[in-house]
């Protein structure tokens, strides 16, 4: 029942954000503020400051452009529009308001929560679309969520959803867009899961994301029916020189590669949407990396996206928390 005054509850979707042109001052700008991030870069301020505005923006800028320009949609950044479809139909799903809302760049948290606020909400259901918790991600949006509310004079309840990495309806829209591709191109050997990794650091630190990134592997091998034989997962996008989380995708595709396995099959379960760490990184330089190394057919599948089954377990992830 909504309040006299005719408010109500609604969804903001949180992603970590993408450049908002695929050009070398377009991806400055989203890195900037992105690799500033103590929850994404813990070296001591200064000597990361110098070391970021010196060198690793003025170098890698170009070269990440140019990745960015192989991926590039019509409509924009594959991110930025699988996101926009997903507010969509989740809006059209729930009946109700639902904004999008990015870490780093536009939408920013704050013009996302804003908008919301607009449309006379007074509580609020943040979801960050990240099935595995992590302090370099989901911890992120709960700071960003925070500067917010320190602005405000009145601020709005919320529901802060922290992780789903072993919710039903995850495993089974994994499941079924596995499922779905075998349907139509046959099953593989080998599945490998290949999740973004974080260094190993945060791990000994507390940080419970190569937990969760484990349970999910295990859970959809068996909504799938696979032996661990036929199963397995590794970490990708290192940055820097020191040790993360193992075992890395590369090495990995290698040693796969030398098993002889006829067809590979790769999929990213930790991205809630395609963007360039999937669609370069594993679709373009992941079967670069295991051909070269002999290995045979290599099929990426695709990320959930904006699939119906995505959307419908967003929704049941949120229903729990609306109120009106």
């Known amino acids: 029942m909504s309040t006299p005054n005719g408010a109500q509850t609604g969804v903001l979707l949180v992603n970590l954000g993408t450049p908002e042109s695929a050009t070398p001052q377009g991806v400055k700008q989203f890195l900037k503020p992105f690799l500033s991030d103590k929850r994404v870069v813990s070296i001591p301020r200064l000597a990361w400051w110098s070391l970021l505005n010196g060198i690793i923006l003025p170098l890698r800028s170009p070269k990440v452009a140019k990745v960015y320009q192989q991926v590039w949609m019509a409509e924009g950044s594959p991110l930025m529009v699988y996101s926009k479809r997903q507010v969509e139909k989740l809006q059209t799903v729930l009946n109700r ?17 804003q908008q ?22 989901t911890a992120a949006v709960s700071d960003a969520m925070a500067r917010c509310l320190q602005k405000m004079i009145t601020m709005p309840s919320y529901h802060f959803i922290r ?14 867009k596995v499922q779905q591709y075998w349907q ?3 099953q593989g050997d080998y599945l490998l899961c290949s999740y ?20 999910t592997t295990q859970l959809l091998g068996q909504e799938l029916g696979l032996s661990p034989e036929q199963i397995g997962m590794s970490y990708q996008s290192r940055f820097g020189k020191e ?8 090495q ?22 395609d963007c360039i760490e999937t669609l370069e990184e594993i679709a373009i330089e992941g079967k670069e990396i295991y051909q070269q190394a ?30 009106d």
């Open 163 to 176: 992780d789903y990495h072993t919710h039903p309806l995850y495993i089974k829209a994994l499941a079924h």
């Open 196 to 215: 973004h990794g974080i260094p190993q650091r945060l791990a000994n630190q507390g940080d419970v994301y190569p937990l969760h990134c484990e349970m």
């Open 97 to 113: 308001p639902v904004a999008l809302g990015m870490t780093y760049g536009n939408p920013s948290i704050e013009s996302g929560l």
């Open 116 to 137: 919301l606020l607009s449309q006379g909400c007074d509580e609020i259901v943040v979801l960050p679309l990240y099935p595995q918790y992590s302090s370099t991600t």
């Open 243 to 250: 040790a993360w989380l193992q075992p890395y995708t590369e």
């Open 252 to 273: 990995t595709l290698q040693q796969l590669a030398a098993q002889k396995h006829q067809t590979l099959d790769v999929i990213s379960p930790a991205f809630a949407s």
């Open 294 to 323: 002999g290995g045979k057919a290599f099929r990426y599948i695709e990320c959930l996206n904006d699939s119906d089954t995505h959307i419908e377990m967003m929704a049941a992830l949120v229903s729990p928390y609306i109120t």
């Open 184 to 186: 139509q191109h046959g």
